[in-house]
């Protein structure tokens, strides 16, 4: 039987890391710090920007869809600001945090104007304190694990509409692995109804983008293809180190120079020193 506790866990961003940049994803996945025995996080005003947002959309869920927006969402996202305000949301100005806090209030206000299918009915996936997950391979001991922003109902075809809520400026290149993995998460764990539909929700520009879903199979070998790539990296650390097994595709850094390391794995290497 595997364990899950020895099972290698792989998410959407975890792998985005890997892809990017395999010291980046050792660093922001594995490494602790040896006096605190924590991980290493870095916070950017972006980050807070998208979490605050996100709290407030997402909770919506949580309430019957006919009085869902009877919500006041900026009230709830100056609740949710006060958790990343100042250097803990990685602003270095009063003005900077002002910019990002007026971005997103922006959004929501689009939002409340044309909620579009906010008003609709919508399905949670199951999960206790940990991320919906499920086993992605048994065979290699691998969990797949993330969170859906939102999964609408679709009553004339007793089917799933997910959506992913975008509150950054770019717009998601194809080829992500993100909805392959939302379309996985959903078979995985509601078992009574099937996923024909998924959208990106710009919620700067208030522009909804359907995108074509691959089949389940497709999504499955994709994915795979990177999780087992990742526990590959993990299984020659233990073997032969961790700077064979990550390397940064643009070199290694140089700590006294500093130079070397990619735009990814560089900030982390400027904590450790």
């Not at 359907?210 to 233990?238: G, S, W, Y």
Request: aromatic share 8%; net charge negative; charged share 30%.
């Amino acid at each position: 039987m595997p364990d899950k506790y020895t099972a290698v866990w792989v998410s959407h961003s975890s792998m985005g890391d890997f892809i990017k940049c395999p010291r980046s994803y050792y660093l922001h996945n594995m490494y602790k710090d040896p006096r605190t025995g924590h991980k290493v996080s870095i916070v950017s005003p972006h980050m807070s920007l998208g979490v605050a947002v996100h709290e407030v959309l997402e909770g919506l869920a949580d309430f019957p869809a006919e009085s869902r927006m009877d919500r006041d969402l900026l009230a709830l996202y100056e609740s949710e600001w006060k958790k990343v305000t100042g250097k803990k949301g990685g602003f270095t100005s009063d003005e900077e945090e002002a910019e990002f806090k007026a971005r997103g209030k922006v959004m929501l206000e689009k939002v409340a104007g044309d909620p579009r299918f906010l008003v609709n009915k919508c399905i949670k996936l199951p999960q206790d304190k940990m991320p919906c997950n499920f086993y992605l391979s048994e065979e290699h001991n691998i969990i797949l694990n993330g969170l859906v922003d939102w999964i609408e109902y679709l009553p004339e075809t007793d089917s799933l509409h997910i959506i992913d809520f975008k509150t950054g400026k770019r717009e998601e290149v194809d080829g992500s692995l993100q909805l392959p993995i939302y379309l996985l998460l959903c078979d995985a764990l509601h078992k009574k109804r099937k996923v024909t539909k998924a959208s990106y929700w710009y919620l700067e520009t208030d522009k909804l983008v359907e995108k074509e879903l691959p089949d389940i199979d497709t999504a499955r070998h994709e994915v795979l293809e990177v999780a087992l790539k990742v526990k590959e990296a993990r299984d020659e650390a233990k073997r032969d180190g961790v700077e064979k097994a990550f390397v940064c595709p643009a070199g290694a850094y140089n700590a006294e120079t500093k130079e070397g390391g990619c735009m990814n794995c560089r900030p982390y290497e400027l904590i450790l020193l």
